[in-house]
């Protein structure tokens, strides 16, 4: 979609209510798409590409009071009034940024293990990696993602020490969480090297957001 903010990657489901969910680092909408599937029935969910992700440029928003404003600016291009929205982890500090600045077009906050903006502050040898954004995407290459692919993928020996613990063996027994693993470790592997988790990891020291004393009916999941 194209914004007055900015192009931004949404992928949409459903009808009613308007949802939209902002993912974690890294990642992109699909990291939220067995929650659309569940809810398409009740609301029309928005699953949001944050800037620096997916195809998303990071010029749409670069700080999470600038993500916020991208937010209100794709209901906008929608035709939409209001949204419920969802912050997952690293997608926290944009869903609180715009209950704080768009209270008015906030019909409610969620936000499921949120990073603090204010509070976790990213190492100073990460910022001085960070900085440097060859360095950065060589880096982050030598990530063993695969390796978590693997491990959801293969049905280890109970006695393998390096296998799955009784628990996740007994979770990946059900396809769809199966499935649903496997995208997400893939999209670790695919996005992990944009400049998306670069960006977030220069802002996690950012300050909180002003709010502006509205009221938002709020749940955290943590």
Known sequence: MRTARGPVQVASAGQGPALLVAHGMPGDWRQARLLADDLADDYRVLLVTRPGYGRTPLRSGRTPA???????????????????????????????????????????????????????????????????????????????????????????????????????????ADPQVREAAEVFVEERARTIRGRGLRNDTLRLGDAAPAWSGAAVSTVVLH
């Open 66 to 172: 600038a993500q916020a404003d991208l937010y209100a600016a794709l209901l906008d291009a929608l035709g939409l009034d209001r949204a419920v929205v969802l912050g997952i982890s690293g997608g926290g500090p944009s869903a609180y940024a715009y209950a704080a600045h768009h209270p008015d077009r906030c019909a409610g906050l969620a936000l499921a293990c949120p990073v603090r903006s204010g509070v976790i502050t990213a190492p100073p040898a990460m910022r001085r990696l960070a900085a440097v954004p060859g360095l950065w995407s060589v880096l982050a290459t030598t990530a063993r993602t695969a390796d978590a692919v693997r491990r959801v993928r293969r049905r280890p020996a109970p006695d393998d020490p390096a296998g799955l613990t009784e628990a996740e063996t007994a979770l990946l």
